[in-house]
């Protein structure tokens, strides 16, 4: 099982961008999936989580700039976010909590996409 996160990038502030997650491999369920992100000299935070069933949640520094959504069939999780600021650079992760077949419940994270906000 892995993730693959795509969609950052370069973006002045003010501006939007999507980020999207897909999980492949041997899945049985996915079940809560979300995004975090990690500044230089900071620690990892979480940004949007995502149940199945579609209930979202969001930290209070992005709540009324993003929105996180998913799509089951495909296996995917997606950051829409806008009114950018320089405090959103970060690396951006994707977390997913997958059942594999044949195996056991397990988190699981993508490799990371740079988001970086000029001024």
């Known amino acids: 099982v892995q993730l693959q996160a795509s969609g950052g990038g370069l973006v002045q502030a003010g501006g939007s961008l999507r980020l999207s997650c897909a999980a492949s491999?041997?899945?049985?369920?996915?079940?809560?999936m979300g995004w975090y992100r990690q500044a230089p000299g900071k620690q990892r935070e979480l940004v949007a989580t995502?149940?199945?069933?579609?209930?979202?949640t969001y930290a209070l520094s992005v709540k009324d700039r993003s929105t996180i959504s998913r799509d089951n069939a495909k296996n995917a999780v997606y950051l829409q976010m806008s009114g950018l600021k320089p405090e959103d650079t970060a690396v951006y992760y994707c977390n997913a909590e997958i059942w594999a077949i044949g195996g056991a419940q397990n988190d699981y994270w993508g490799q990371g996409t740079q988001v970086t906000v000029s001024s």
């Open positions: 995502i149940t199945r069933a579609g209930s979202a």
């Open positions: 491999g041997r899945i049985f369920n996915i079940y809560d």
